[in-house]
């Protein structure tokens, strides 16, 4: 059974830094990619960032240059470097991990349970 375990959220003031971390009960090669998504609150929740099993990143236009995703294989985590955060980043980040099921015939997401990020002015 797959587990992603957040971790790293925290109350920072505007300008700071997190890392947030998201280790998996399997490998992390055993998905086509991994990624960071978060929901401030009355929002949707929204991709942040995201790295494929090759290493390939992509980010929202809101983070970019701010904002740096990496994965370490042999610790089947991902990271989720932030710095120069801002008020408007506050939300609970999810860790997401995306297979392919053959035997569903399409791409199945897990997540995990969340890490609360509170970026004060």
């Known amino acids: 059974q797959v587990q992603l375990v957040e971790s790293g959220g925290d109350l920072v003031q505007a300008g700071g830094s997190l890392r947030l971390s998201c280790a998996a009960s399997v490998s992390i090669f055993s998905f086509n990619s991994m990624g960071w998504y978060r929901q401030a609150p009355g929002k949707q929740r929204e991709l942040v960032a995201t790295?494929?099993?090759?290493?390939?990143?992509n980010y929202a236009d809101s983070v970019k240059g701010r904002f740096t995703i990496s994965r370490d294989n042999a610790k089947s985590t991902v990271y989720l470097q932030m710095n120069s955060l801002k008020p408007e980043d506050t939300g609970v980040y999810y860790c997401?991990?995306?297979?392919?099921?053959?035997?569903?015939?399409?791409?199945?997401?897990?997540w995990g349970q969340g890490t609360q990020v509170t970026v004060s002015s």
């Open positions: 997401n991990a995306r297979k392919f099921r053959y035997e569903l015939g399409s791409f199945y997401d897990y």
């Open positions: 790295i494929t099993k090759i290493g390939n990143t």
